[in-house]
C-alpha cells in the first residue's frame, strides 16, 4: 500500500506532526493534506486497516476485543464498582473508529451547551453544526436488511411500556426520550466500516505530502523551552527517531494516551512527576484529571430458541429515557443486544444462556470523576485508570442503573418482545430490592468503552484545565491536543461524531491560525 511504502524512506521534519492516526487524527491529517504545500507526518502505534477484513468488516468487532490490536488498559481495584473491567483502545490506523460499533450520534445541544458552561467558548451547537454537516463518513439509518425480527419488537414493546417516541433518524433533531434503530458510520452493502481512516485516509493514501509512520510509538514530545518542536519516536525495527514540526505538533492518542504521553513529556501534575524521577518541564495539574466514562450494567433473557441472524452489529437499536423532566437531555440510555451479553456476569457465577438478547442500561450523564496517572517513569508501563465508578456522593450513578434495571423489565414484560422471552437470567427475577439490584449492577458493571476528558478545554483562569478553547495547550506553544481527552464533560450520547467534531474544528484553527500567523 502507497503509505506503507512511503513509510520506508521517510523524512524527519514536517510542517505538522500528528501523534496517532486515530479517530481525531485521521481528520486532522486529512483535512491539513488538502493544501498540498503542507506536509504532514501522522505517527501511528498500530498497522494500517487496509486490506483487513477482521478490522474492516463492523459486524466483526467483538472478535477484535483484547486482541493483538488491542492496547487493553486495565483499571485500578474498583471498591464500589467492577474491578475486573478491560478498557479497550484501539492500536490501528483509524483508532477506535476501526474496532468500535460505529454508532453515530450528534452531541445534542444540551451537551455543547455544558462544554461553554465548562469554558470551551465558541463550541456552542450553532457553531458546531457545520462540523458534523462537513463530517466525511457514511452516516445512516440501521439498513432495514439488517433489522432483526427481535430488535424491531424491542422498539415496540420500549414504545408501548414507556409511551416514548419512536425515532427514525436521531440526528435529525435534539430529543430527550425516543427509541429505535442507530445511526451508524457504516456501508450497509458489504457491512464495511466507514471508520475515520476509511472515510478520510484511504480515498488520500497517495498524497505526496501526507506521511504516515505506522508501527510506530511516539515516546516523548520534544521542547525547546515552552515550545514543541518535535517528538520522540521508536519505530518498528527499533529505530528512535526525532520527527520535527516547523508548525505543530497535534496529539490525537486519545483519552489514555494523550495525558500518557504528555506526563512521559514532563508536562502534568509536578508532584506526581517529581515523585516519579520525571524531569518537569511544565507544572500543569489538570493532565490525567476529570476521567470520564459511561458506565453500563446488564440484565439478560434467555430466549425460547435461536434468534433470527441478520444485524448490523448485533447491537442496532437503543432507547433514551428522561427520569427527571428537569433534566436538560436523556438521563438514561440502553443499548439492546441480540446476543446475551454476560462476560461479567459469569464471574459471579451466571451461566450463559445458549440462546439470549440483552439489555445494558447505561448513565448519560455519570457523577462520579476519576484520575489516570503514572506509577513508574518507564514509558512501557500501562498508566494506572481509576475511574472512582459509583463514587459520587449523592449515589446519583448507581441509582440510575437501578432505574435502568427495573425499566428493563418493564419492557421484557411488554408484547410483542414479551413473546420471545423465557427466563430472566441474571440479574434474575428474585433480585427486586434497591440494595440488591445496586450491588448486582454495580458488580457486572461494565464500560461502553466511552474515556474521555484527561486533558479538558478550559477558560484562562482555570487551574486544571489542560487545553485552551482552540485546543492549545496551556503555558505552551506549537503543540495542541484534538481527541476525546479535551472533552470537559462527557456528551449524554456516544461520543464518537463529537471526537470527529473535534476533529474537524481543530483542523480549521490550526490552518486559521497559520495563516494569521504568516499574515502578521
Ligand atoms: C469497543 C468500543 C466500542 C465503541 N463504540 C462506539 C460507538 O458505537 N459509538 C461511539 O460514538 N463511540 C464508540 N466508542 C468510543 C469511540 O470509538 C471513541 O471515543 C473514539 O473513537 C476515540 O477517538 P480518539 O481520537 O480520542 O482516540 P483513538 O481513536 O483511540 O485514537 C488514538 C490513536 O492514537 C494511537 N496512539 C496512541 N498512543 C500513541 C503513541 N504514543 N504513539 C503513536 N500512536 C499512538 C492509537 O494507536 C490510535 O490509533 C467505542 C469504543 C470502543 C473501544
Same mark, same amino acid.
Given at each position: ?29 486529512? $483535512? ?36 493483538? *490490536? ?31 460499533? *460505529? ?24 457553531? !458546531? ?83 504516515? !509512520? ?8 520534544? !521542547? ?31 483519552? %489514555? ?14 508532584? @506526581? ?23 453500563? =450494567? ?28 428537569? =433534566? ?47 506509577? =513508574? ?17 449523592? @449515589? ?9 434495571? $427495573? ?58 484545565? %489542560? ?18 481527552? %479535551?472533552?470537559?464533560?462527557?456528551? =449524554?450520547?456516544?461520543? !464518537? ?24
Amino acid at each position: 500500500m502507497p503509505a506503507s511504502t512511503r513509510f520506508d524512506h521517510h523524512d524527519t521534519v514536517y510542517d505538522y506532526v500528528i501523534v496517532g492516526g486515530g479517530t481525531a487524527g485521521s481528520v486532522i491529517a486529512s $483535512r491539513l493534506t488538502e493544501d498540498p504545500a503542507v506536509r504532514v507526518a501522522v505517527i501511528e502505534g498500530g498497522p494500517s486497516d487496509v486490506d483487513r477484513p477482521e478490522v474492516l468488516t463492523l459486524r466483526r468487532w467483538l472478535g477484535l476485543l483484547g486482541g493483538e *490490536l488491542d492496547y487493553d488498559y486495565p483499571t485500578t481495584e474498583q471498591p464500589r464498582g467492577n474491578s475486573h473491567i478491560r478498557h479497550s483502545r484501539a492500536r490501528v490506523l483509524g483508532g477506535c473508529s476501526s474496532h468500535n460499533t *460505529l454508532i453515530s450520534f450528534k452531541p445534542l445541544p444540551s451537551d455543547w451547551a455544558e462544554w461553554v458552561a465548562a469554558g470551551a467558548d465558541g463550541w456552542d451547537a450553532q457553531a !458546531m453544526e457545520p462540523y458534523f454537516t462537513k463530517l466525511r463518513n457514511n452516516i445512516v439509518p440501521v439498513d432495514e436488511k439488517d433489522r432483526n425480527a427481535i430488535a424491531r419488537d424491542f422498539v415496540d414493546a420500549a414504545q408501548q411500556a414507556l409511551g416514548v417516541p419512536r425515532v427514525e433518524g436521531f440526528n435529525a433533531r435534539p430529543f430527550h426520550e425516543g427509541v429505535g434503530f442507530f445511526d451508524l458510520a457504516y456501508h450497509p452493502e458489504d457491512n464495511k466500516r466507514s471508520s475515520a481512516s476509511v472515510a478520510y485516509l484511504h480515498p488520500f493514501l497517495d498524497r505526496p505530502n501526507l506521511h504516515i !509512520m505506522l508501527e510506530t510509538w511516539a515516546g516523548r514530545l520534544e !521542547m525547546d523551552g515552552n515550545r514543541a518542536t518535535g517528538v520522540r519516536v521508536r519505530t518498528k525495527d527499533g529505530e528512535e527517531l526525532l520527527i520535527e514540526a516547523t508548525r505543530e505538533v497535534v496529539v490525537c492518542a486519545g483519552a %489514555v494516551d494523550t495525558p500518557r504521553l504528555l506526563l512521559h513529556s514532563g508536562i502534568g501534575p509536578k508532584e @506526581d512527576l517529581s515523585e516519579l524521577g520525571i524531569p518537569v518541564v511544565h507544572d500543569l495539574p489538570g493532565v490525567g484529571e476529570n476521567l470520564l466514562d459511561h458506565p453500563e =450494567s446488564v440484565i439478560v433473557w434467555e430466549t425460547d430458541g435461536p434468534i433470527p441472524e441478520n444485524s448490523a452489529m448485533d447491537s442496532d437499536a437503543g432507547l433514551f429515557v428522561r427520569r427527571d423532566p428537569a =433534566s436538560p437531555g436523556p438521563d438514561l440510555m440502553f443499548h439492546f443486544y441480540q446476543i446475551p451479553f454476560t462476560d461479567n456476569p459469569e464471574r459471579l457465577g451466571y451461566l450463559k444462556p445458549e440462546h439470549g438478547v440483552s439489555m445494558t442500561p447505561n448513565i448519560p450523564k455519570p457523577r462520579s470523576r476519576g484520575r489516570l496517572y503514572l506509577t =513508574s517513569a518507564d514509558p512501557s508501563v500501562k498508566p494506572a485508570l481509576d475511574f472512582r465508578y459509583f463514587t459520587d456522593p449523592e @449515589d446519583y450513578d448507581a441509582r440510575t442503573l437501578v432505574d435502568g434495571i $427495573r425499566i428493563a423489565r418493564e419492557i421484557a414484560r411488554t408484547q410483542p418482545l414479551a413473546g420471545w422471552l423465557g427466563r430472566e437470567v441474571c440479574p434474575g427475577p428474585e433480585v427486586t430490592s434497591d440494595e440488591e439490584l445496586s450491588e448486582y449492577a454495580r458488580k457486572v458493571a461494565h464500560t461502553v468503552y466511552h474515556p474521555a476528558g484527561t486533558c479538558r478545554i478550559g477558560a484562562a483562569d482555570d487551574e486544571l484545565a %489542560v487545553v485552551d478553547p482552540r485546543l492549545r495547550i496551556r503555558g505552551l506553544e506549537g503543540v495542541r491536543i484534538a481527541d476525546a481527552s %479535551v472533552f470537559p464533560t462527557i456528551p =449524554s450520547v456516544n461520543p !464518537m461524531i463529537g471526537v470527529l467534531m473535534v476533529g474537524e474544528k481543530a483542523a480549521e484553527m490550526i490552518a486559521a491560525d497559520q495563516q494569521d500567523g504568516d499574515a502578521a
